[in-house]
């Protein structure tokens, strides 16, 4: 199967750079720039993602110029270009003037990478250092009113944009990236789910053999359809292990256990962990903090759960890309925004090696391999939950108490959400319930109870998210049924911050 490979160099968007390759039907993954690139027949193409440093500036991420060797086309994006023309012996410099946002550009000169563009388009631009003199071997493309946008090698096909053809702000960018895997690259759009099954079932054979694998089945989408994937490829040699937290929402256990969503035919085998998990976050308030309790228990609840499974010799996990890029800087320059309780190594105790068979899948990919392994759309098309559950979803510490009234609220929520048919129409819905109590009054008394946040949002990726713009009637309907039925909570909100500047969850 053909392969973009995208370095990273920190770019707040080479993610999505994947993104709009796959959804070419071309794979694509992101390798940290420190990464030795071996050819194996598959690399057809190389995408140099943007970042934040300067090519100029002492320290900072530099380009291998083996990539040059393996006589691929190569496409430089933001920072990614000024790389490439330093290497060429072109002058980056700090500019007069920054450029961010929506600009011009004009094409100057004709090029397979721009065939089918408008003479003028509107581009999203993101840099404050410009070209000042381009290298010899090269020629300019595009220009805006303040920078050389476009520039390809005369000779080689090695090109380069100052702006994120990737992100939807550009209008045509669609169409440039296309341009680079068809016209230039000549990918194959091979790149489909019933191919992946394929190549994945045989990669697990091939790893698992004779062994038997567990797996923690949380009853989401991501670990479910791993299940099924592996069940797949392996049948009775995987054993799901279900760990009832006690941090889930309102009657998840029940339905894991009953086969929900299409998951009968695995085996699946319940750990009642309800009071060790609640007892281990007992006054703890910082959420990395919960997050590590959680991801610490987790493994010493399969720990002991894989001693009673004869020739378990691997743990899986249903790790998707997005926890992978928002837990570990694969490049160096790229910032950790929080910890994932299923990204990274197990302890060395452990006789478990870890198995991600959706590793490297957006959440979207994710859904379409579910339904071609048959589960049910109810499940497939389920809400993302967080791993660490309701802990990170009751700010401050975790209570009993805290637990089972935000297990109410969150339940009348997405009751409505469906009543209303409003539930497909969000990407993600849910209460938070927070760490302040207000005066109200209730049947002429007072009351002093806590606040709860109402989080709905739409989003494609997940890696960015806008606020639902839910009808008012709606959330009123909401609100009144919370501080009437739930004890314990008495004023309720609507969380409307985007992501970014947001994240999703509020912890």
Not at 289 to 316: C, H, M, N, P, Y
Not at 331 to 343: E, F, M
Request: with cysteine; charged share 25%.
């Amino acid at each position: 199967m053909d392969k973009i490979l995208i370095i990273d160099y920190g770019s707040q968007y080479n993610q999505l750079i994947a993104r709009r390759i796959r959804e070419m039907n071309v794979y694509a993954e992101i390798i940290s720039c420190n990464t030795k690139i071996v050819q194996d027949g598959t690399i057809k193409g190389i995408i140099l993602s943007g970042g934040p440093s300067s090519v100029y500036e002492e320290g900072a991420p530099t380009l291998n110029n083996d990539i040059f060797g393996l006589n691929v086309p190569i496409l430089g994006i933001c920072y990614g270009m000024q790389l490439i023309m330093k290497a060429f012996g072109g002058i980056v410099e700090a500019g007069t003037k920054r450029e961010y946002g929506k600009k011009n550009i004009d094409l100057k000169y004709p090029s397979l990478l721009t065939d089918g563009l408008s003479p003028s388009s509107i581009v999203w631009m993101s840099h404050s250092d410009r070209l000042s003199k381009i290298p010899v071997s090269f020629r300019v493309i595009a220009e805006s009113d303040m920078a050389i946008a476009i520039t390809e090698h005369i000779s080689k096909p090695i090109y380069a944009v100052q702006f994120h053809p990737e992100v939807t702000h550009t209008e045509e960018g669609a169409k440039l990236l296309s341009n680079f895997l068809f016209k230039i690259v000549h990918a194959s759009p091979s790149w489909n789910m019933g191919n992946y099954i394929q190549l994945a079932v045989k990669n697990i054979k091939d790893i698992v053999k004779d062994k038997r694998v567990i797996l923690g089945l949380s009853g989401g989408v991501d670990s479910s359809v791993a299940a099924c994937l592996l069940h797949e490829a392996i049948g009775d040699k995987l054993t799901c292990i279900f760990v009832d937290t006690g941090l889930l929402r309102k009657g998840e256990a029940d339905a894991v256990m009953s086969g929900y969503g299409g998951l009968s035919h695995l085996n699946i085998q319940k750990v009642d962990a309800k009071e060790r998990f609640i007892e281990a976050l007992k006054g703890v308030s910082d959420p990395e903090q919960k997050r590590k309790i959680i991801g610490k228990e987790f493994v010493t609840v399969f720990e002991e759960a894989a001693k009673g499974i004869k020739d378990a010799s691997f743990l899986a996990q249903g790790t998707i890309y997005p926890d992978v890029i928002e837990s570990i800087s694969l490049s160096g320059p790229s910032a950790l925004i929080k910890s994932h309780h299923n990204v990274g190594g197990l302890p060395d105790r452990l006789s478990l090696q870890i198995l991600e068979p959706i590793r490297y899948l957006f959440k979207d990919e994710v859904r379409r391999l579910g339904i071609e392994l048959g589960l049910q759309k109810e499940l497939v098309y389920r809400h993302p939950f967080p791993g660490p559950g309701l802990a990170i979803r009751i700010l401050g510490e975790i209570t009993l108490e805290k637990v089972l009234i935000l297990q109410e609220a969150d339940a009348i929520l997405i009751e409505e959400l469906r009543n209303k048919h409003l539930y497909d129409k969000v990407s993600q819905a849910f209460v938070t319930l927070l760490p302040v109590k207000t005066v109200g009054v209730m049947g002429d008394q007072r009351t002093y109870e806590y606040v709860c946040a109402i989080r709905c949002v739409d989003s494609i990726d997940f890696m960015s998210a806008n606020v639902s713009r839910l009808p008012y009637d709606f959330l009123e309907l909401v609100s009144a049924r919370i501080t009437n039925e739930v004890k314990g909570i008495n004023r309720v909100v609507y969380d409307i911050t985007s992501k970014p500047p947001g994240t999703i969850e509020w912890e």
